[in-house]
Nanobody, 126 residues
Framework: QVQLVESGGGWVQTGGSLRLSCAAS????????MGWFRQAPGKEREFVAA???????YYADSVKGRFTISRDNAKNTVYLQMNSLKPEDTAVYFC????????????????????WGQGIQVTVSS
């Protein structure tokens, strides 16, 4: 049974930082592509960042230069370091996983991910 558990969310002021973690179990972590998505109230779930098996990354334009995705295969964990946070970053953040047979470019579309965490709230106050 695949489980993804997010942690590290919370409240922060504009310009602050948070680091989200997503611990995975039930899959061979080194063989999965991972992604972060977010969903604000009344909006669609949107792509934030992705990392492939080889460690290549891809970011949404709205977070490029401020957020960093990384992975630690020894800990079965993917991270999202969020700096220079803005009120518009307020959302529930979800991590997602996809088994991949070989290294492919980072996966950026939510429909391609079969496994999802429960989500964690990030609130940025102005």
């Amino acid at each position: 049974q695949v489980q993804l558990v997010e942690s590290g969310g919370g409240w922060v002021q504009t310009g602050g930082s948070l680091r989200l973690s997503c611990a995975a179990s039930g899959l061979t972590f080194r063989r999965v592509a991972m992604g972060w998505f977010r969903q604000a109230p009344g909006k669609e779930r949107e792509f934030v960042a992705a990392i492939n098996r080889s460690g290549s990354t891809y970011y949404a334009d709205s977070v490029k230069g401020r957020f960093t995705i990384s992975r630690d295969n020894a800990k079965n964990t993917v991270y999202l370091q969020m700096n220079s946070l803005k009120p518009e970053d307020t959302a529930v953040y979800f991590c997602a996983a996809k088994n991949v047979i070989q290294s492919i470019p980072p996966v950026t579309t939510r429909e391609e991910y079969p496994y999802w965490g429960q989500g964690i709230q990030v609130t940025v106050s102005s």
